[in-house]
């Protein structure tokens, strides 16, 4: 495998979705100058996806991944694209995309106070003169449903609760 830092969308690359009539398929395409100067096409084809709007939310996902070289949030099914990409390409795999275990592919547990130091550690947030009240509201909101409780278990009706109950 080479070793390469997959900068796609620098120097003037771009990212495009495509639906191919032939095979019946979505793919994401990025154009790039390489390190030699030659424009490099590269695609991935998005198996098992039959929706535009499903296939838009991948190639969104991607885009900021590896915009902001940051896998660690990529969904499960951008996440097998993304792993996908790197394989066909010969790069190797970031940490973020290999877990702990060596199981490529399996996304550790997003919990809320993961996703706190993700948006504390936001530019536009640590930017703030005073970011004090960002602070403060997750607080509240750590002190309700504690720092391990999994994002994906949010629903609207328990931020409807927890709304009446921090009312009063």
């Known amino acids: 495998m080479r070793i390469v830092d997959p900068s796609l969308l620098e120097h003037g690359g771009e990212m495009s979705l495509q639906f191919r009539k032939d095979t019946g398929k979505w ?30 939310k991948i190639e969104r996902a991607l885009t900021a991944a ?15 694209v993304c792993i996908q990409l790197f394989k066909n390409r010969g790069w190797t795999l970031p940490p973020a995309l ?37 602070q403060q509201s997750f607080a509240h909101i750590l002190a309700y449903w504690g720092p391990d409780f999994p994002v994906k278990e949010i629903k609207v009706r328990q931020i409807k609760e927890y ?6």
């Open 98 to 134: 290999v877990t702990s275990v060596g199981h490529q592919g399996s996304a550790e547990e997003f919990t809320l106070i993961k996703a706190i130091d993700y948006c504390l550690g936001d530019p536009e947030v640590v930017s703030l003169a005073d970011p004090t009240r960002h």
């Open 27 to 56: 793919r994401v395409r990025f154009k790039r100058t390489g390190p030699d100067g030659k424009l490099e096409d590269i695609r991935v084809t998005l198996h098992n996806v039959t929706s535009e709007r499903t296939a838009r």
């Open 163 to 168: 709304m009446l109950k921090m009312t009063y």
């Open 66 to 80: 590896i915009k902001y070289k940051d896998y660690r949030y990529l969904d499960d099914q951008s996440r097998r």
